[in-house]
């Protein structure tokens, strides 16, 4: 029996190695496309639940005081930058988390804010939010009522334990 030379199929073998390596490239650029599609896609994701709750919840309010022009109505925390804050999936959720904390003071008088901005300063500084595993921090740096709307501007770090 003779065994042909494998010498005239070389050519074919480099061809076919090339295909393959140009199958699994194309395939870790497919993936890679995928995942990051999908990354912001989820946070968009997370960002409109966020609105959504909020919306909800001031609708709650505003048909609960329609009445009434002197109450918070609607509370907006808003993150200033930091460069040891969380990324942009654990601050959606932690702005949520500061959020539910300050509904209390939902309805309240806006001629009374001084002692309920001591009163969230004391109840939110310094306090501890585990997100997505990794321990955070707030700190409140202003609040400001108009027309009904609370706003609330807090600094989010990382925490560092003492």
Known sequence: MRI??????????RMTAVFVLGMIAGCVVYNGVFHLS???????????????H????????????????TVIKEIKVRAEDSDKGPDEASLKVMLQKLGDEL???????VFNIDEYSKMTRIMLNQ???TVREKEYTAQVKTMLVMEGVLQV??????????
Do not use: C
Not at 156 to 162: E, F
């Open 127 to 129: 306090k501890v939010y």
């Open 54 to 69: 909020q919306n909800e919840e001031d609708i709650k309010t505003l048909k609960k005081y329609s009445k009434r022009q």
């Open 38 to 52: 999908y990354n912001e896609l989820w946070l968009n994701n997370q960002e409109l639940q966020l609105q959504l």
């Open 4 to 13: 042909p030379p494998f010498a005239r199929y070389r050519p074919l073998m």
């Open 103 to 109: 509904e209390v003071l939902r309805g309240r008088d």
């Open 153 to 162: 501007w807090v600094q989010i770090r990382m925490h560092v334990p003492a």
